[in-house]
């Protein structure tokens, strides 16, 4: 990979809320994958979190059409060549938990710390690991609002 040509993405994701708790690991572990196999190195993630969606949102699972009013969040920061990115949505649109994605391009600010799944263990999270994902408390919910607006409205330079 060109180092001079690599650019910093970002894919949020929507995972459905099917998906059990301790599997979030291993679904994050197959989103990272597919970034890799692309030879994107990660450096930044947030963990999913089920939240209610603004509007309902169609899926369909096993051949049946839902209506989802909830689901996991969350993202994962990358750096990756322009010409990649391309392998990486392929890969993505074959998970079949993901009920929606978007790879767009990402500043390379305060980027989340990277959290591993031991390659040893069975990729899991641990029900402790959930817990205090969801341990979160007003400030921090403001906080993160106040950053996702933060990087709506910023504008990207053009490349």
Known sequence: MDRENVKT????FLLTPS????????????????IEKAKGAIVGEGYPALRPLSYPVAYRAGGAKQQLQQAY???????????????????LEK????????????GKENPAPVRRVPQTAVRTA??????????LTEADEVEISKGIEELLTEETPAS
Not at 75 to 87: C, G, H
Not at 126 to 135: G, I, L, N, Q, Y
């Open 9 to 12: 993405y970002e894919v949020g």
């Open 19 to 34: 998906v059990a708790e301790e599997s979030l690991g291993a679904e994050m572990t197959r989103i990272r994958d597919e």
């Open 73 to 91: 969040f969350g993202y994962v920061k990358f750096t990756l060549s322009p010409e990649d990115v391309v392998a990486v949505k392929a890969g």
């Open 95 to 106: 998970i079949d938990t993901l009920v929606r994605f978007l790879i767009m391009a990402a």
């Open 126 to 135: 641990t029900p402790v690991d959930a817990a205090e994902k969801r341990s």
